[in-house]
């Protein structure tokens, strides 16, 4: 097994400490690299700029609608309800997220081998590039809690050890996205500091913070400062929208009151050069279906046969 490496953003500490400026690239492909994909220089230097980026009808109708079919298969599978990587409300059995979706459907795993997707993700990450996680986000109607403030990168570093910022994370709606139903809210700008965190990581941590996070969110004060900054974010859009975000970018949701659920498809592409180390917060590794450590080589990608999108 790989060793800790050197520690480059601590975090879990015992007393607060400072935010600091990220030390690695936002972007790291260079010179062509950055130019040679769908993205365009103006969509990478937004990115560069707000952490993310969104974009409305990137997959089409019926697309959307054949995921949303495996969704409710999956909500009425006792099979999954009753495994590891489902993870259910507080205190109910209703879904949360269903974790590993890649590796429970052909149609899930044709996604992430996108040819256009792929091409994104080798211009940001200036690589070739595999998953690191994959879930569907449930929120139901009326019931579908929220998601407190977080970097996923303060979470991955320190227990799943991933060494450096060199991931990110595509988000596609199964359904509409309105500001009513708790959609995702990002701090544009955020992803260029990292928040450390307080509190020891207890072990197996994960069997509760997927339910509710406690530890490994951002003080109230660096919150405040980069949300004062930056301002909030809350993409909207129909459902088969895109939004790409940057590993670190703070972001949350709100619980979901209104009587229209809001689900979404989650994929975390890590670069192939930025593989897992031992967990920097000196626990074992997390299972594998929320820090994939077995399948690790370069993603290919597939045809685009039935992953028809509007242009």
Not at 84 to 111: A, M, N, W, Y
Not at 261 to 278: A, I, K, T
Request: aromatic share 10%; net charge negative; glycine share 8%.
């Amino acid at each position: 097994m790989d060793t800790r490496s050197e520690d480059f953003y601590p975090s879990r500490l015992e007393r607060p400490t400072p935010s600091f400026e990220r030390l690695d690239p936002v972007i790291h492909s260079t010179g062509s690299d950055r130019s040679d994909g769908p993205l365009s220089e103006t969509e990478l230097a937004r990115y560069e700029r707000d952490g993310f980026l969104a974009f409305p009808n990137f997959l089409d109708r019926d697309t959307v609608a054949r995921f949303r079919q495996d969704l409710r298969d999956y909500e009425n599978d006792s099979n999954i309800l009753r495994a590891e990587g489902t993870i259910t409300e507080p205190g109910k059995q209703e879904i949360r997220s269903v974790f590993g979706v890649h590796e429970l459907s052909e149609r899930f795993d044709r996604l992430t081998r996108d040819p256009e997707i792929l091409a994104m993700v080798h211009q940001l990450l200036g690589s070739d590039a595999y998953i690191h996680q994959s879930r569907i986000n449930f929120k139901p109607g009326f019931h579908g809690k929220g998601f407190d403030w977080h970097s996923d990168f303060e979470t991955w570093h320190s227990e799943d050890g991933m060494p450096r910022m060199r991931a990110v994370s595509f988000s596609i709606a199964l359904t509409d996205n309105t500001p009513f139903n708790g959609p995702l809210m990002l701090i544009p700008g955020s992803h260029k500091r990292f928040v450390p965190c307080v509190g020891r990581t207890p072990e197996d941590n994960y069997q509760s913070s997927l339910k509710k996070q406690e530890l490994g969110v951002p003080n109230d004060q660096d919150l405040a400062e980069l949300a004062d900054q930056g301002g909030i974010q809350a993409p909207t859009g129909p459902a088969g929208s895109l939004i790409i975000f940057e590993c670190n970018t703070l972001h949350a949701s709100n619980a979901n009151m209104s009587p229209w659920p809001r689900s979404n498809l989650f994929f975390v592409f890590n670069s192939v050069e930025n593989q897992l180390v031992n967990p920097y917060c000196g626990n074992k590794p997390r299972p594998g279906f929320l820090g994939n450590r077995a399948n690790t080589a370069a993603l290919q990608p597939f045809g685009q046969d039935d992953l028809r999108r509007t242009g």
